[in-house]
Nanobody, 113 residues
Framework: QVQLVESGGGVVQAGGSLRLSCVGSGMLFRITTEGWYRQAPGKQREMVATISSRGVTDYADSVKGRFTISRDNAKNTVDLQMNSLKPEDTGVYYC???????WGQGIQVTVSS
């Protein structure tokens, strides 16, 4: 059974930075695609960034140039560096592993204006 644990969320002012981290157990990260998704109040969950087993990345248009997804296969982690944060980045952020269709418990990110 895959378990994902997120950390690094919190409250930050607009223009600030946060780094989210997700550590997984029960699966070799290097063989699967991981991603970060978010859900704002009253909105559907949306993809923020993904990284394939080969390291190919994809980003939502709204975060391109501001967010960077990375992975450490040796540590089974996938991180999301978020810079130049905006109030519209506020939401619950979820780590996702595609091969097992597993989700983390979610972590709150709040960006104040």
């Amino acid at each position: 059974q895959v378990q994902l644990v997120e950390s690094g969320g919190g409250v930050v002012q607009a223009g600030g930075s946060l780094r989210l981290s997700c550590v997984g157990s029960g699966m070799l990260f290097r063989i699967t695609t991981e991603g970060w998704y978010r859900q704002a109040p009253g909105k559907q969950r949306e993809m923020v960034a993904t990284i394939s087993s080969r390291g190919v990345t994809d980003y939502a248009d709204s975060v391109k140039g501001r967010f960077t997804i990375s992975r450490d296969n040796a540590k089974n982690t996938v991180d999301l560096q978020m810079n130049s944060l905006k109030p519209e980045d506020t939401g619950v952020y979820y780590c996702y592993v595609s091969l097992s269709d597993s989700w983390g418990q979610g972590i709150q990110v709040t960006v104040s204006s």
